[in-house]
């Protein structure tokens, strides 16, 4: 991985990411990436209409692409957190690039059957959601942090710039070269996107440690998710405004149909603006951070977005709706990089890929449902009625996301401190025995009981969410202010990733928790207790006390 500079006096601007090499490189080829996708997305499209004249079997494409997305995004994002990312995204985009190769042979073979195009096409939706959470995990990597809101606004400009560009290309390929060669051209941006990760060099990270098996990683990272308040607060924020969002995008096809009685180029301009909108926000955003916080601004882009749903339900002149569609572009990719932004720094990297994994499930079934849902309510109803239903949801997902804080995300650290020192134990000490008990003993100065108490409580979260199976804290029962802190690791080695993840901010609580001792400058005494099986045929050599805080 390139050096990273300095971060720059003011607020980086929106297109400062694309200084860093890297960064830059890997933009450019997703972004062609984006555009080949829809180009693909048009091609199966159009030869499924055309061989079938089937709109189930159309809509068995669309499903084939996105299904893939809300079924195996955890089991991939908890891949990307064991495995070297950087060879793992490779390998997803050669399997695509193989995927999409077959599809241009058997359609230039003219042997592409219906459900054959449906089984490529899940294939390449496995690849895409195998890559999703992997992806999306480098951008910290790639960019000092405070350049991390540009750069995940410019991955949201990338998805609308492909979305702009992709359709009209990929009918232009279809229409003048055939079928064969837009599955061809799709191809050709994976290979592209291989060739980028291939020459990125990526800084391997530093651990003694072996890695974590799929099903221990799987445990670790939703044990994390459920006691991590930040990431909490985005799926949160994320289930709700999504759920109700989606009504927008789903509806309006009918709305212009039906309601409007416009043709196919009014809902394209309509698109357009919001894809317009989207790119326009992306660039302001920036300098908007500098003057909001994040659940602000997640709360007034969420109720804008709300107006444009109620305005698109009851306005009928054509004009209006193209200023609320760019809008409606703008609310969203307000709300979409607040959250993105705030899941990639609340987390640390051991476990970044798994978290971004669940709001990525969040996010696509959030607008599978959703779209779903306001169908049917249409269809038994009517078009403006869900509509009016759904911007009453957004509002109603606005005032309670609001009780869930995205804020903390800027101020905590989650660069590894290494501050814990290495225990002394004996040298016979196997990895996988256990349970392993640790204990800290404070004496604290009986004025600060309860202020010790309190501070203590943000301390055993972190140890919780960090892998220990039990914590707890007791008071000598014949010396008051002598407190036993203890918590309990599944084996020794567990116990040493332990070391490996506390971070800064832990360090902070630590430092903190030392004020309220009696004597600050004394060190708690820390033991370490390890199971052992009963037919162990050497002794255990003695536990030796270490430093912990």
Known sequence: ????????????GPWSP?????????????????????????????????????????????????????VLAIVAGTLADIVDRRRYLILAQ??????????????????????????????LGIGAAMAMPAQQATTPELVPKPMLGPAVALGSLSMNIARAIGPALGGLIVAQAGIAWAFAVNALTFLGVAVVLWRWRRAPTASVL???????????????????SVLKAVLVKAGWFFTFASALTALLPIVVKQDLHASAGTYGLLLGCIGAGAIGGAMLLPGLRTRMDPDRMVLWATLAYAGCILAIALLRWVPVLYGVALLAGFAWIAVLSSLQIAAQTAVPQWVRARALSLYIVVFSAGMAAGSL?????????????????????????????????????????????GHWPQPVVGPDLHDDRGPVLVT??????PARR???????????????????????????????????????DA?????????????????????????????PGQRPQVRHFIGGTPDTEAPFPPTHAGRLV
Do not use: C, K
């Open 1 to 12: 991985m390139e050096t990273m500079s300095a971060p720059h006096a003011g607020a980086p």
């Open 18 to 70: 694309l200084g860093q090499p890297t960064f830059r490189a890997l933009w450019l080829a997703i972004l062609v990436g984006n555009i080949g996708t829809w180009i693909h997305d048009v091609a199966a499209a159009w030869v499924m209409a055309e061989t079938t004249n089937s709109p189930l079997m159309v809509a068995a494409v669309q499903s084939a692409t996105t299904l893939p997305v809300v």
């Open 450 to 488: 309860q202020d010790f108490l309190q501070r203590l409580q943000p301390l055993g979260h972190a140890r919780r969410r960090n892998g220990a199976l039990q914590w707890g804290v007791a008071e000598d029962s014949t010396q008051a202010g002598v407190y036993l802190e203890y918590f309990v």
């Open 94 to 123: 050669l399997w695509m690039l193989l995927v999409a190769s077959s599809l241009a042979v058997l359609a230039h073979l003219d042997r592409l059957g219906p459900w054959t195009l449906v089984a490529l096409t899940f294939a």
């Open 491 to 519: 084996s020794w080695r567990e116990h040493l990733r332990q070391h490996e993840r506390v971070t800064e901010d832990e360090r902070a609580l630590q430092d903190a928790l030392l004020e309220t001792l009696a004597d």
């Open 440 to 445: 800290i003993e404070y004496r604290v100065d």
């Open 373 to 417: 849902g306001w169908g049917l309510l249409a269809q038994a109803f009517g078009t403006p009625p869900a509509l009016l239903v759904a911007a009453a949801g957004t509002v109603l997902a606005a005032i309670v996301g609001a009780r869930f804080r995205l804020g903390d995300a800027a101020r905590v650290n989650v660069t590894p401190s």
């Open 210 to 228: 072996p890695p974590e098996t799929f099903g221990v990683a799987l445990r670790a990272g939703l044990r994390y998710a459920t006691r991590a």
